[in-house]
């Protein structure tokens, strides 16, 4: 009787049954264990790490408490890039893969990645019990029992198989190293990693070159195929994968550096993937040239987007997650600064388990620097950012006016945002679940859920389900200006049936101020609904022209405001309430209702834009606002609403003549500068 290997697909060359050479076949493919052997080895000396001395004592607890964990099958995902998070331990018995805990498919989807298994195999060193380990071989070898051939399935999808294989090959590192894995056992974990490989090929569609899915498993080819194949470099699925990588990046990163999926936890995703595929392909003396630039060119683009927090911005299917550990990856893999302020102390464990102590000695040898530019220019993702400094306690604000992207985008054009010394104050929803079931998968991607704006609850941008729309609004190109220390963002979207144009103005200005201009032209008599989304931190108090927020910024606007409570979403599967401040306006055919936030010591007043130097400008063409800082100090903004045709062309603001569609005038006693943001 032939074993089960053999039933598994590898065989011995030139013998029926049984394993005891070291040559089998896999997938029509010859694969030497004992060659395997030594690249594992090799792999495992560079790895090598002291776990006493490069894991915190924290790290150390998290690690074999979840070790623990696994060795009664019991199961949560909750490190720091797990997409779809869950912090409710589930225990599986019998252990089965296709298994759905908390009503929710992704949960299946995390389970058969297997990031989970690098706990058992760093629990292991730290411990020295065996038993971590062999837990972490049972878990690989119950998948392959229960996947003797490979077919669509939930615990099959292309891109889980992409991840999983990476962390398997990243577990038998160490298991070949710590338990002297038997030929036989390798041999039927190789074959199936082989097969997966090939099941990635077969199953691949023309979508994947626009998808974050494509990439991450074609990354991951890359990374594995170099393990698994002494050859690997001469294979046509290599070969492909490498081919297919580069054309993906092209078609994914944008020339700003955002991937164009209008996510930034999906941006990291696939950044992450690609700073393995090129360390993998530097240990094995690839060029790696273009990849590294398109991993420079995404750090980047995540680096200036970054909030004073160091957590990614809530921007389209996204978590509040701590970045650090993705610079000092890259840092280390590009060769970089270490992003000062935003740094740890020593890799992360996640990190260093496939780095090693070589790769702390590289990320303890990196500067760290701060950068200069406080503006980040997404011209091609519609994205922009401004920052007061690199300060832990600066002001931030996040304006989007981009396309859609993928399903994995919301429907936030014109969102901005806002952190004042340091802390979020107006925020994105978040996203919470992708489960089709739950209402809240689209409440939270419509636009009621950002800080935006809607007429006569009227939505031109409307999701019917976790991943499609009815219909989506066309925005145009944004308009922004960068004239330290004053700062212009303006972005438009086109609704239809009936025809609208959307405009929303921000004004940027020193001191924690800015003003916000929305503008809409509709036939017609309508309201119009703005939303200001308040982070749960944030304090609120009514006032007769608005709020204060945390007793210390004032927001106003002369709309009919409510307060109410509404779902916010920090991760994936978490859910808490946080208050919306709500603004309502009437008007006929068009409308500008402006917004102001400022420190609350500061006065603010409505001013005239007087045309010729002498008469007040109608409202509807043009209005100002002035911002009184300090007894001897004050701000002017003049926004303008429309084109200017009648009358004469020069206009004054706090006494200083321009001519623009929008201009600051600083004041300090009498001296006055002004400063023009838009012609």
């Not at 790290?59 to 060795?71: F, G, H, S, T, Y």
């Not at 991951?220 to 294979?235: I, K, N, Y």
């Not at 989506?472 to 944004?478: A, C, E, R, S, V």
């Not at 004004?507 to 503008?519: H, Q």
Request: charged share 20%; glycine share 4%.
């Amino acid at each position: 009787m032939c074993k089960a290997s053999e039933i598994l697909g590898w065989r011995q060359l030139n013998s029926p049954c049984g394993l005891v050479g070291a040559i089998l076949f896999a997938g029509g493919k010859m694969i030497d264990i004992n060659a395997l052997k030594t690249r594992l080895n090799q792999i495992a000396a560079a790895r090598t790490f002291d776990p006493e001395k490069d894991l915190d004592k924290n790290a150390k607890q998290a690690i074999i408490q979840n070790a623990e964990r696994l060795l009664n099958n019991i199961f949560l995902f909750n490190k720091p890039w797990d997409m779809e998070r869950c912090k409710t331990p589930y225990q599986i018995n019998p252990l089965d893969y296709e298994a759905i805990r908390n009503d929710d498919p992704e949960w299946c989807f995390m389970l058969n990645r297997m990031d989970w298994l690098s706990d058992l195999i760093i629990a292991a060193r730290i411990t020295g019990r065996k038993e971590f380990n062999q837990a972490a071989l049972h878990f690989i070898q119950a998948w392959i029992a229960q996947h003797p051939s490979l077919k669509p399935q939930n615990s099959t999808r292309t891109l889980d198989t992409g991840i999983r294989l990476v962390n398997i090959v990243d577990a038998l590192v160490y298991l070949n190293q710590d338990e002297n894995l038997s030929d036989d056992a390798l041999a039927s974990i190789a074959t199936s990693l082989i097969s997966q490989t090939t099941y990635l090929r077969t199953q691949y569609i023309p979508k994947y070159k626009t998808s974050n899915w494509g990439s991450i498993q074609t990354c991951a080819l890359l990374t594995v195929l170099p393990v698994l194949e002494s050859d690997f470099a001469a294979q046509p699925l290599f070969k492909w994968a490498e081919t297919e990588l580069k054309e993906q990046l092209q078609l994914q990163i944008l020339d700003d550096g955002m991937q164009w999926e209008q996510s930034l936890m999906y941006h990291v995703q696939v950044l992450n993937a690609l700073l393995r595929a090129i360390a993998t392909q530097e240990w094995w003396h690839r060029d790696v040239t273009e990849f590294k630039a398109i991993a420079l060119k995404m750090t980047q683009a995540l680096k200036m987007t970054l909030p004073p927090t160091g957590m990614l911005e809530l921007f389209g299917d996204t978590d509040r997650i701590l970045a650090n550990d993705v610079f000092d990856c890259a840092a280390v893999i590009l060769n970089q600064p270490r992003l000062a302020g935003y740094t740890e102390t020593s890799l992360s464990p996640e990190t260093l388990y496939w780095l090693g102590s070589a790769g702390t000695k590289a990320f303890q040898q990196r500067p760290e620097d701060v950068p200069t530019a406080l503006t980040f220019n997404g011209e091609d993702s519609g994205n922009y950012a401004i920052r007061s400094s690199w300060a832990k306690d600066a002001d931030f604000l996040f304006f989007n006016a981009g396309p859609l992207g993928s399903g994995h985008g919301h429907s936030d054009n014109n969102h901005f945002s806002l952190y004042v010394h340091g802390e979020p104050l107006l925020v994105d929803s978040g996203r919470y679940t992708y489960r089709e079931d739950q209402p809240l998968r689209t409440e939270l991607k419509a636009m009621p859920a950002h800080n935006s704006v809607m007429v006569d609850q009227f939505t031109p941008c409307a999701p019917d389900s976790s991943w499609d729309y009815t219909q989506y609004g066309t925005p145009l190109k944004p308009y922004v200006r960068h004239r330290p220390p004053y700062h212009y963002l303006e972005g438009t979207l086109l609704g239809s049936d009936p025809l609208s144009v959307w405009t929303r103005k921000i004004v940027s200005i020193p001191g924690a101020i800015w003003l916000i201009t929305d503008e809409v032209h509709a036939a017609g008599t309508h309201e119009l609904t703005q939303f200001f989304h308040l982070d749960p931190s944030v304090n609120l108090a009514q006032t007769r022209n608005g709020a204060v927020l945390n007793n210390q910024w004032q927001l106003a606007n002369f709309g009919d405001l409510t307060v109410a409570t509404a779902p916010f979403s920090p991760r994936y599967n978490e859910l808490e309430s946080h208050q919306v401040l709500t603004y309502r306006t009437p008007f006929t055919n068009q409308i500008s209702q402006t917004t102001l936030i400022a420190p609350k010591t500061a006065t603010i007043s409505s001013i005239p834009i007087l045309q010729n130097l002498d008469r007040p400008l109608p409202a509807a063409e043009g209005s100002a606002w002035q911002i009184q800082v300090t007894p001897t100090e004050r701000y002017s903004v003049a926004i303008m609403h429309r084109e200017l045709f009648r009358g004469k062309k020069v206009y004054s603001l706090d006494r200083v003549p321009f001519h623009a569609q929008s201009i600051v005038v600083h004041r300090i006693n009498d001296a006055a500068t002004a400063v023009r943001l838009k012609v």
